[in-house]
């Protein structure tokens, strides 16, 4: 009778886990990053309020023939910052200066060639547009020339921030 006893026995004890060795407990992660495509600005046309008479205020919206646009391309679908930074507040020709100014739909962007889809205060920014091939952005303003503006061609840069927002 002991003989099945000890059969029993061994066959209990091949079945056991073999958990009472030690366990290693490692788990793997792989790191990566995407490289974004670099911005690129391109100044495409700057903004000409043409010939302006004393006294007589003109305007330029974003949508006009005469707007200022730079075209920005990189990353496709990816939102971007637009920073005017500080805008003039005169144009200089020489020592006289012309008083201009920006209101809330100066400038705007747009996804399509050559047309705005929205507008928004250049001096507040936007971050609403995003990248897709190309993303063009117009600048327009008010220039205030008072009635005893003296001749000649008044100027001055206006320089656009852009940035990618991480969205």
Sequence with gaps: MRKPLMVALAVATLALPLGLEAQTNQGTITASA???TPLNVTNVQDLAFGDVLP????TVL?????AGQLQITGQ????V?????TLPTTLAS???TMPITFGSGSAGWGVL???VDGTFDPASGTSQCHVGSALDVFLGGTVQPPASQAAGIYSADVTVTVNYTGS
């Design 81 to 85: 910052s637009l920073d005017f930074g």
């Design 62 to 66: 974003p949508g006009d023939a005469s």
């Design 94 to 96: 020489g020592g006289n």
């Design 34 to 36: 995407t490289v974004q």
């Design 76 to 79: 496709d679908a990816r939102e």
């Design 55 to 58: 006294g007589v205020n003109k």
């Design 113 to 115: 060639p050559a047309a």
